[in-house]
């Protein structure tokens, strides 16, 4: 995951219309260390056009309130420049999974 410091820097990706996974998390929090590789594994192993970007809650603050984030770790999907999901805390990595997978091969395949 490539690590997000501007708000500029990921409106632009969001703009690019490609499908892209934004994954809040912070320094001092266990479930988003935990849950960060299971999430990236499978969003590559399954969703190869989708851009990863990582956002540090506590150290861009700014950016995570543009996006009304008010708890980690929260991952937002978007498919052509939309809010497709968001997804907070507790989360079935299957579950997930399946919810992208129609979106994707609409927008991808």
């Known amino acids: ?13 969001i703009d690019s219309k490609e499908p892209i996974l934004i994954y809040f998390s912070g320094e001092n929090c266990s479930v988003c260390k935990v849950l960060k590789p299971k999430i990236e ?26 996006f009304t984030v008010f708890s980690i770790p929260t991952i937002i999907v978007y498919f052509d420049s939309k809010e497709f ?21 609409l927008m991808c395949e």
């Not at 995951?1 to 990706?13: A, D, F, R, S, V």
């Not at 499978?42 to 603050?61: A, C, G, H, P």
């Not at 999901?85 to 091969?105: A, C, T, V």
């Open 1 to 13: 995951m490539l690590e997000i410091q501007t708000i500029e820097q990921i409106k632009k990706e």
């Open 85 to 105: 999901k968001r997804y907070g805390r507790n989360m079935s990595i299957p579950l997930f999974i399946d919810e992208i997978k129609r979106p994707y091969k």
């Open 41 to 66: 594994n499978e969003v590559i192993n399954n969703f190869s056009r989708f851009k990863l970007y990582e956002v540090k809650t506590d150290i861009y603050k700014e950016i995570t309130s543009e």
